[in-house]
Nanobody
Framework: VQLQASGGGSVQAGDSLRLSCAVS????????TAWFRQAPGKEREFVAG????????HYRDSVKGRFTISRDRAKNTVYLQMNSLKPEDTAVYYC???????????????????WGQGTLVTVSS
């Protein structure tokens, strides 16, 4: 599976960005996908995920109500709409995919075997 992330940039606090992750190389419908992020000096952390079958979504608490993960099956693309951005959202954002995700592992980075290259989001106050 190949993943290509895009859409990062530098914005002001309160602004919005939409990240995209184009997925190829495997049937999109069979993949659960997620966004993780890694800030300088910190470990990679789960941001949002969407299951392959029922399309249920999951978020880390700090982004609930501000971020929305979605996917377009026709375009084989996963999106992360980020609203009301805060300086603490600054990080490199990575998309990830796996056909083996279960409920308890959707937020675990080591559960994903395929990763995009990352896109930088910088939020200034």
């Amino acid at each position: 599976v190949q993943l290509q992330a895009s859409g990062g940039g530098s914005v002001q606090a309160g602004d919005s960005l939409r990240l995209s992750c184009a997925v190829s190389g495997r049937a999109f419908s069979g993949l659960s996908t997620a966004w993780f992020r890694q800030a300088p000096g910190k470990e990679r952390e789960f941001v949002a995920g969407i299951f392959r079958h029922e399309s249920s979504t999951h978020y880390r608490d700090s982004v609930k109500g501000r971020f929305t993960i979605s996917r377009d099956r026709a375009k084989n693309t996963v999106y992360l709409q980020m609203n009301s951005l805060k300086p603490e959202d600054t990080a490199v954002y990575y998309c990830a995919a796996s056909s083996r995700i279960i409920y308890s592992t959707i937020g675990v980075a080591s559960s994903y075997g395929d990763w995009g290259q990352g896109t930088l989001v910088t939020v200034s106050s």
